[in-house]
């Protein structure tokens, strides 16, 4: 049975935010969930290795140089970002 | 009685000019004026472009040019299709806004046909869902009854072409996500073989699975989108390069001699109801000639398991990116970095999107992965086997597309797994996958229509689109969704 | 005290020189206004799919191949997820347990061999630039191809860290994969390190310092951090697993974060990408094309040529020069050749930069013209040094710059009138000669040389003159 702290660290791992109120209700819903899944344990073994839906290779692309997007596009979703970059908090730890 | 398709009877009408394209684009327009508040299928309108490829396409068929198939035809977009410029949210908070700066490669391809777009259409949060429910604008409702969902999680393009709010539409089904709705709402859903239609601009759920297809009315319709949309994309490293043989001129085929198999499996916790109906479609096709081949696929059983860990497993790696960073949705800037990448998560994210990110988090994560992803994947090769081994014994399979009708709203929100159980017959199609076909095959008791599932071989879509079409004929179109079709 | 050993273990990202990025059509031109170079594939916009660009595979291949790996035919790409500001899909595409290239190595010169794991590819992040507690992101670089080289704990030293890196970058440089240019962040490095007793078998717990980018830092890092672990267990502490960045400031390492859940990167196949095959042709092909690699050069030029070990070592460094060197030698005397271009050439290309580089005055062949007529006996070794010079300044090929009368050489009846007219000239200079300065020669042989405009031997010259002095 999965336990709160697993969630927590789940959690942690999915970038989520848990709160005190949530952790409880939503522990249950994962054990259920996870019960569930557990379900792929009633089948039995196979030993044949499955690769990939398909059987495709090498879907390459030749080294050649197409435009990139004017920068204004690529900042459009952030209202035109910050001095050309986009902007977050600081990221350094510490 | 020869059925016609929705889109072919339209063309008909522009091309003999009884009516021009703005006329009939300004006739769906009203529509969704009139019914969308009741259907709630559009979260999204686009009538300004709608219009203005609707004169291009007056002015060439003034000019005597010739018409693409689809070409002038109203229809919609699932709201998690990139379109440029206009926005897309894969009806969760946390894309709100957020407008592409480039064109899903399907889109690209029908915009370039003077597709009319009408707009966008609801869904399930990031296709997470089978009614619809989860999405951010409240779910759809279903066309032959507001009281019950339009099914999901493609369930507002289905709500849209079963209220004649669009012609025909594309979704996206990494599940069941045309199929069902399609079943719920009286209509034809395609699901195409995995590689036949290009990802490239479809917001990922599940990379593996997903697969964009038309909701329509009729087979006919389906054929004519599907022939429009299979197509090598370069950009999709799984699109498969190979030649597409059109499937809308190939429709009118001889089911004599054909092998249809029915595995028990798929027949087992079944409404009675639909499995009545369904036991119908498998007379109507033995009196076309077709032969029914009584066969068994045993990893039917664990389907379902084997879908939520891996499509869950993906689904996590795919919405990481969500981070306010660089488009969408932004939980304000107190805290930390980590805290407010977290915080917009959690608050952009709603409850079934974030069950599944936990999930496929926990199945990847170290001392789980062996004993979930890395077997779920062994066993999706046993499903992938046992399809193949059907397949020798017949030409295609005939199924339930869901073991129930519509539910009532609500239900889904309860209990999240019965939910789950209720993709049992349209799971393992993605799992290997194969093309598959819903299309409608009768009426429970309220009325309320019931799906019929053709799965077929790696892209052969053909044979599955002119079986659906020959049953359609063989009813005399009674169950096609008649009012729209009129 | 007890003595210890070090024992580290190196993952070098080396940047591929490919015109595009791994996944999309984008330039991978440095420098550059921010998010310029930038398109939805490598920004990871919503619903965009990676397109693997083929001559990443090829180039890897080649590094494998140029270091003795082991190629799979057949490999895959994967997700190693993780978020951060700099990697705009919360995942890295990378190749997890099947690598294109497995199981080689580098050869040290002490006679020591550095066994490499594997080769891999994968995507370079962005950059983040730190300012007034915001992070500012540019994703010009996000995307730009690398390949991993990841080798077994088989360091016993800094030098010979430095030594491979060295060779590994000389070798990239070589087969033409990566200009490998660690001031531009195209070559780092994270060392594994940790030490143990001499004489002990197991290995201590290690700590990684991350990306490295001088050798200069490299071996301030692995100084310090064999030290402080040595420290650390010597004063009865144990060492962390831990990962520790490298200060430049204090010369310190410190650690860089402690979080347990740092590193579970939850890796699986990435289902945007199919499989990727090599054919046994194609590396055939790969293998046949392949240059000269720097170590057998240098066998070459040592053992073949006879060339001095640290000329040798000067010519192989710079693959440019070493190409125009195997240009100009060809079938003259290489040591009169590596003389030219150690000596006036290299004074005029003084910084690494400009070796590297190798913008050349004058072409292979004009050098090598010049040695021929040396080797010829036509021209002198006096004359041919002030000649190359002028060809450096001109540009000019020998033929330009000397007469025909100073290469018609000087017959032994010509050279012996002018002695004579220098001993007859200079009677001050043969009195101390024959009263023993030797030194006095000199005089006569500047006579004889300005007679000739330097055409003559002055072996020949100064035999002569003794005989005619007695």
Not at chain 2, 211 to 216: D, E, K, R, V
Request: aromatic content about 8%.
């Amino acid at each position: 049975m999965i336990t709160q702290e697993e969630i927590r660290k789940i959690a942690k791992l999915a970038k989520l935010y848990v709160s005190e109120e949530e952790i409880g209700s939503l522990t249950e819903d994962m054990a259920r969930i996870i019960a569930f899944a557990d379900t792929i344990n009633a089948a039995a073994d196979t030993q044949e290795p499955f690769d990939s839906i398909q059987s495709l290779q090498n879907a390459l692309r030749e080294d050649v140089v197409r435009p990139s997007y004017p920068q204004e596009e690529i900042l459009r979703n952030v209202n035109g970002g910050e001095d050309g970059y986009f902007r977050t908090k600081q990221s350094r730890e510490g | 009685m020869a059925v016609q398709g929705k889109i072919a009877a339209l063309r008909g009408r522009m091309l003999r000019r009884e009516v021009s394209c703005e006329e009939i684009t300004r006739a769906y327009l009203d529509a969704i004026e009139k019914k969308n508040g009741a259907l709630n299928a559009y979260v999204l309108t686009t009538p300004d472009t709608a219009l203005h490829t609707a004169r291009a396409v007056d002015a060439k068929i003034a000019r005597g040019e010739t018409l693409a198939p689809l070409e002038g035809i109203p229809m919609t977009l699932k709201d998690n299709i990139s379109t440029k410029g206009i926005e897309t949210t894969c009806c969760s908070r946390i894309l709100k806004g957020y407008s592409p700066i480039y064109n899903a490669s399907v889109w690209e391809k029908l915009a370039g046909q003077n597709a009319v777009l009408l707009g966008k259409t609801n869904m399930d949060e990031f296709a997470m869902g089978s009614t619809c429910e989860t999405s951010c604008f409240g779910g759809a409702n279903n066309p032959y009854d507001l009281d019950r969902v339009a099914g999901g999680s493609s369930g507002g393009v289905a709500s849209a072409v079963g209220g004649g709010m669009a012609a025909y539409g594309l979704g996206s089904d990494t599940g069941g996500s045309v199929r069902q709705p399609a079943s719920f709402c009286g209509l034809v859903g395609l699901k195409p073989t995995y590689g036949a239609v290009s990802r490239y601009g479809l917001i990922a759920y599940a990379s593996s699975f997903d697969q964009i297809g038309p909701i329509t009315v009729t087979a006919a319709d389906a054929a004519a989108v599907c022939d429009a949309i299979c197509f090598y994309d370069e950009q999709d490293s799984t699109s498969v390069p190979r030649r597409y043989e059109p499937a809308a001129g190939a429709l009118e085929q001889d089911l004599r001699g054909v092998r249809i198999g029915v595995a028990k499996e798929f027949m087992q916790a079944v409404q009675p109801a639909v499995l009545k109906a369904v036991e119908e479609a498998i007379a109507v096709y033995r009196s076309l000639g077709a032969e029914i081949v009584e066969l068994s696929l045993s990893t039917l059983s664990i389907a379902l398991p084997v879908y939520y860990i891996l499509a869950c497993a993906e689904a996590s790696s795919n919405l990481g990116r969500y981070d306010g960073i660089r488009y969408g949705y932004q939980a304000g800037t107190a805290g930390n970095l980590n805290e407010c990448i977290c915080r917009t998560r959690s608050e952009g994210f709603g409850p079934e999107v974030q069950r599944r990110i936990l999930l496929g988090t926990y199945v990847l994560s170290a001392g789980y992965f062996d004993a979930y992803y890395k077997k779920a994947q062994t066993l999706r090769g046993a499903v992938v086997r046992s399809f193949d081994e059907a397949f020798a014994k017949c030409d295609f399979l005939l199924a339930p597309t869901a073991p129930v009708t519509a539910f009532r709203h609500g239900r889904a929100a309860a209990n999240p797994i019965e939910t789950y159980q209720s993709d049992i017959c349209t799971v393992p199609v993605n799992i290997a996958g194969l093309p598959a076909l819903s299309l409608p095959c009768g009426f429970d008791p309220d009325g309320m229509p019931i799906g019929l599932q053709l799965i077929g071989r790696a892209f052969d879509e053909k044979t599955l689109l002119a079986a659906a079409h020959r049953f359609e004929q063989a009813t005399d179109g009674a169950y096609l969704c008649r009012e729209v079709l009129a | 005290m007890r003595q210890y050993e070090m024992i580290a273990g190196l993952e070098t990202h080396v940047e591929l020189s490919t015109k595009t990025k791994i996944f999309c059509g984008c330039t991978t031109a440095f420098g550059s206004e921010p998010n310029t170079h930038c398109c939805p594939v490598c920004t990871g916009m919503p619903g965009t799919l990676p397109k693997l660009n083929a001559r990443v595979v090829e180039y890897a291949v080649r590094a494998g191949l140029a270091t003795g790996c082991r190629i799979n035919r057949i490999s895959k790409m994967d997700r190693k997820n993780y978020v951060y500001p700099d990697l705009p899909k919360a995942y890295q595409i990378s190749q997890y347990d099947k690598p294109l290239c497995e199981w080689g190595r580098i050869e040290l010169s002490n006679g020591r061999t550095i066994r490499i794991t594997r080769i891999h590819i994968e995507e370079d992040a962005g950059k983040l630039v730190h300012v007034r507690g915001n992070t500012l992101v540019d994703y010009n670089r996000g995307g730009v191809p690398l390949i991993e080289i990841v080798t077994e704990p088989d360091f016993r030293s800094a030098d010979e860290i430095r030594e491979y890196l060295e060779t590994l970058q000389l070798t990239m440089k070589t087969i033409g994969v990566s200009d490998c240019k660690m001031q531009e962040g195209s070559l780092r490095c994270d060392v594994n390190i940790s030490v143990r007793p001499v004489g002990s078998e197991t290995f201590g717990t290690r700590t990684e310092i991350k990306n490295m980018n001088s050798f200069t830092y490299m071996e301030k890092a692995v100084a310090y951090e064999t030290e402080r672990q040595i420290d650390l267990i010597e004063s009865g502490g144990t060492v962390v697993q831990e990962t520790r960045r490298y200060d430049e400031a204090s010369g310190m390492t410190e650690s860089m974060r402690g979080k347990e859940d740092a590193d579970d990167y939850r890796y699986f196949r990435e289902p945007d990408l199919v499989t990727i095959a090599v054919t046994d042709e194609q590396i055939e092909q790969w293998q046949a094309d392949m240059p000269e690699l720097p170590r057998h050069r240098l066998d070459r030029y040592t053992n073949q040529l006879q060339l001095p070990a640290a000329d040798a070592a000067l010519l192989v460094k710079y693959p440019r020069i070493a190409a125009y060197f195997d240009e100009a030698a060809q079938g003259v005397n290489a040591r009169t050749v590596a003389n030219f271009i150690l000596g006036a050439l290299f004074r005029r290309l003084p910084t690494d930069a400009e070796k590297e580089n190798a913008a050349f005055p004058v072409p292979a062949a004009y050098l090598h013209d010049l040695a021929a007529l040396i080797d010829g006996g036509k021209l002198n070794m006096n004359l041919a040094k002030t000649t190359f010079e002028k060809m450096l300044d001109t540009g000019k090929p020998v033929s330009d710059l000397l007469t025909q009368a100073d290469l018609a050489g000087l017959d032994a009846e010509a050279l012996a009138a002018v002695c004579r007219a220098a001993v007859e000239n200079n009677p001050a200079a043969v009195a101390d000669i024959r009263a023993g300065k030797e030194k006095a020669m000199g005089a006569l042989i500047g006579y004889v040389m300005k007679a000739t405009r330097g055409k003559a031997d002055a072996g020949a010259a100064t035999a002569l003159l003794k005989q005619l002095i007695g």
